[in-house]
């Protein structure tokens, strides 16, 4: 399988940006320690495709910089400070970073919109050897079997047309994406949060379906939706369990 997925970067998030920063989950601090026990140094990471920082904060704990960076202005313009997180606007196949200067390469929920022979290419030139690389995504959210089949309903008949191809991908879990790096084993672990009504809405605002769909039949599915969701949730500030699990690709280089 060839590792060219895509050629120019497609933007289906800054329109969204604000939302984006207030709405994703945020990764678990079990996630970033994890990421921390692969190198053999924590001087510098490099989170690519880093959206507003979900996951660059995390890593500042660990590492003694972080280098985030994301194609989109709005998202890096949204992104959450930290004294160790340095943001800045750049693709992820072209990093500026210099030669051989980070010991772990992440990206998180964005590989899938990468032409990943141009970012592999980057990974080793900016990597020490024996740096780590980690590839890190989620799919469909799980909650209450009561609300959950509206959710599922919502994503699949009505949001399903509106999907980029890419989204396959998320959903397999990046199992058959090329990953040509010495391969490891990543414990499963589950992303959480304990939302109330208008947190898991504006979540489902940021789908990159949602635009699309937007463009072709307006905002009467989505708020057909939420008058849906609100039927059934009770009260709209009663806090439910939403459920991620992660799938990584991990390795060294």
């Known amino acids: 399988m060839t590792g060219r997925y895509s050629t120019s970067f497609k ?6 940006a604000p939302h984006y920063a207030a709405f994703r989950p945020h990764y678990p601090l079990e996630l970033a320690g994890f990421l921390a026990t692969l190198p053999s140094q924590r001087d510098l990471a490099w989170d690519s495709g880093c959206g507003s920082g979900q996951l660059s904060t995390l890593l500042g704990r660990h590492f003694q910089r972080v280098e985030a960076t994301d194609a989109s202005a709005a998202q890096i313009a949204g992104a959450e400070a930290h004294p ?7 693709k992820s ?7 051989r ?8 929920q964005a590989a899938h919109w990468y032409d990943l022979d141009a970012y592999y290419r980057e990974v080793r030139r900016v990597c020490r050897d024996g740096a780590a690389v980690a590839l890190v995504t989620y ?3 799980m909650l209450d079997s009561d609300v959950n089949t509206i959710v599922d309903d919502f994503y699949d008949r009505v949001a399903g047309p509106y999907w980029p191809p890419e989204r396959r991908i998320v959903e ?3 199992r058959n994406l090329p990953f040509p ?3 490891i084993t990543a414990p499963s672990i589950d992303m959480t949060a304990d939302w109330t009504l208008p947190q898991l809405l504006g979540y489902v605002d940021t789908w990159s379906a949602m635009r699309g769909m937007e463009k072709a039949r307006g905002r009467e599915p989505y708020e057909q939706f939420c008058r849906d969701m609100t039927a059934a949730w009770g009260k709209p500030g009663h806090p439910r369990r939403v459920t991620w699990p992660l799938a990584m690709r991990v390795g060294y280089v």
Request: net charge negative.
């Open 11 to 16: 933007d289906h998030f800054s329109a969204a």
């Open 84 to 90: 160790r997180v340095s943001y800045r606007v750049a």
């Open 93 to 99: 196949e072209a990093s500026e970073l210099t030669d």
């Open 101 to 108: 200067c980070v010991d772990l390469a992440v990206c998180a």
């Open 139 to 141: 799919g469909r959210n």
């Open 172 to 174: 397999d879990g990046y």
């Open 181 to 183: 790096f010495r391969e």
